[in-house]
T-cell receptor, first 113, second 115 residues
Framework: AQSVTQLGSHVSVSEGALVLLRCNYS??????LFWYVQYPNQGLQLLLK??????LVKGINGFEAEFKKSETSFHLTKPSAHMSDAAEYFC???????????FGAGTTVTVRA | GAGVSQTPSNKVTEKGKYVELRCDPI?????LYWYRQSLGQGPEFLIY????????DSGLPNDRFFAVRPEGSVSTLKIQRTERGDSAVYLC?????????????FGEGSWLTVV
């Protein structure tokens, strides 16, 4: 079964600083990978997904993630944090032939002015 | 609306009571999913519908949980004899088809508190 590990349950960054959220997965076959964001009292919103095309994936709100097979990682980055980026971020994975998503535990991002 | 709609948004119930949670997926989406999110954790898969049938209910924790989708659109998650451990956010999601890699769209969830 797939599993996802998000390193760091909380990340605090200054406004304008780099945001880096780490995600590692366990799989013998490259899966599909997703990053979702959850703002307070809202549902999960897809930021970006990797489906075996380009390894560098660009998403909404200036976020991007790079699939690294050798490291089984799919870290999420944003060059310059904005106050509106404060939210909880979830990495998720599905097998290449499966519809179910397996989620990490999430990382809460706070942005300091 | 254009998104996945869930009702109620909040539900407080007494231990032992029966609860129903409703989900209205995005129009035209044949695949529907239920996930459960406990405090401090990521969502966990419960059940998947393709059309009217439950194609995969492997995530349902026990036989107190049941879900239906009689006409292939709206779905209801039913919980019998609720326990305090059932307290969580129940998320419904849909996608255009149940294929790997498809974007899954989530509703805002139904917060269930069992007292």
């Amino acid at each position: 079964a797939q599993s996802v590990t998000q390193l760091g349950s909380h990340v605090s960054v200054s406004e304008g600083a780099l945001v880096l959220l780490r995600c590692n997965y366990s799989s013998s076959v490259p899966p599909y990978l997703f990053w979702y964001v959850q703002y307070p009292n809202q549902g999960l919103q897809l930021l970006l997904k990797y489906t075996s095309a380009a390894t560098l994936v660009k998403g909404i709100n200036g976020f991007e993630a790079e699939f690294k097979k050798s490291e089984t990682s799919f870290h999420l980055t944003k060059p310059s944090a904005h106050m509106s980026d404060a939210a909880e971020y979830f990495c998720a994975v599905s097998e290449f032939n499966d519809y179910k998503l397996s989620f990490g535990a999430g990382t809460t991002v706070t942005v300091r002015a | 609306g254009a998104g996945v709609s869930q009702t109620p948004s909040n539900k407080v119930t007494e231990k032992g009571k029966y609860v129903e949670l409703r989900c209205d997926p995005i129009s035209g989406h044949t695949a529907l999913y239920w996930y459960r999110q406990s405090l401090g954790q990521g969502p966990e898969f419960l059940i998947y519908f393709q059309g009217t049938g439950a194609a995969d209910d492997s995530g349902l924790p026990n036989d107190r949980f049941f879900a239906v989708r009689p006409e292939g659109s709206v779905s209801t998650l039913k919980i019998q004899r609720t326990e305090r451990g059932d307290s969580a956010v129940y998320l419904c999601a849909s996608s255009s088809q149940g294929a790997a890699g498809n974007t899954i769209y989530f509703g805002e969830g139904s917060w269930l508190t069992v007292v």
